[in-house]
């Protein structure tokens, strides 16, 4: 596996590389510093992991509209090459990410036990068919969606809504059995409510008791809290 770490800080690049090759001593680790070498670099080679700081940019407040951040270069890295795994690890975090469709988040100061955890998540999604599929039935006919194009799934009593960015598809079954079964193929959903299961990769802000999926402001119920927050320490791995 090729694996590309880009952050303006060497120290914290070395780190992160010494974290992976603990993990698994035959992974390919590149070091760049730079968004443009970065870009130049997946041109060439191809990776099929980049490891990107938000920042970039030393001291450089995350919203200044005149620097590249590591945001905008993943923009690009997207635009190169449409499956490529990215993750940002920073200290900072910023709810325009989310739009790049990161795979996961490093929190800095990172850890071994971090790291490794995310390599586990990319392992498994790598063994898994990719992207993951989830499958159902309404009226007769059979529909199959990218579980990363889904939003969140909406309980109405036995009635299912299935909310992408696109469109809203609906079938007929229990919440409960759909988290049972998504909850066997990723870990990027969780539950929030007796009628919601949200996308984590969708996630723009989380406040106390709020989501924010796609600018839609979802609410956190009591029953669900432990569940929610439980979720969001093991896909983040904070």
């Not at 005149?66 to 690009?76: C, R, S």
């Not at 036990?113 to 586990?120: F, K, L, Q, W």
């Not at 309980?155 to 696109?166: A, D, F, N, P, Q």
């Not at 809203?168 to 299961?197: A, C, E, M, N, P």
Request: proline share 3%.
């Amino acid at each position: 596996m090729k694996i590309a770490i880009c952050d303006d800080y060497e120290i914290a690049c070395l780190s992160l590389k010494k974290y992976l090759l603990e993990y698994d001593n035959s992974l390919d680790v590149y070091i760049y510093q730079t968004g443009e070498d970065i870009i130049k670099a997946e041109i060439a080679e191809s990776f099929d992991v980049v490891i990107m700081d938000i920042q970039l940019v030393p001291n450089c407040p995350p919203d200044d509209e005149n620097v590249l951040t590591g945001i905008d270069i993943a923009y690009q890295l997207k635009q190169i090459d449409r499956n490529i795994i990215l993750i940002y690890f920073s200290g900072l975090y910023n709810k325009k990410m989310i739009k790049t469709e990161p795979f996961d988040f490093l929190q800095k100061p990172i850890s071994q036990t971090s790291v490794n955890a995310v390599m586990e998540r990319i392992t498994k999604w790598k063994n898994h068919q990719s992207p993951a599929k989830f499958t159902f039935s309404f009226r007769g006919i059979k529909y199959v969606l990218d579980l990363p194009d889904i939003l969140y799934f909406y309980s109405v009593h036995r009635l299912i809504i299935i909310h992408t960015k696109e469109e809203d598809f609906k079938f007929y079954d229990k919440l409960d059995h759909v988290q049972r079964t998504v909850d066997g193929i990723t870990g990027t959903f969780v539950r929030i409510s007796k009628s919601y299961y949200v996308n984590m990769l969708w996630m723009e802000e989380s406040s106390k008791g709020k989501v924010v999926i796609a600018g839609e402001e979802l609410t956190v119920s009591n029953r669900y809290k432990k569940q929610y927050e439980e979720g969001l320490e093991r896909h983040y791995s904070i």
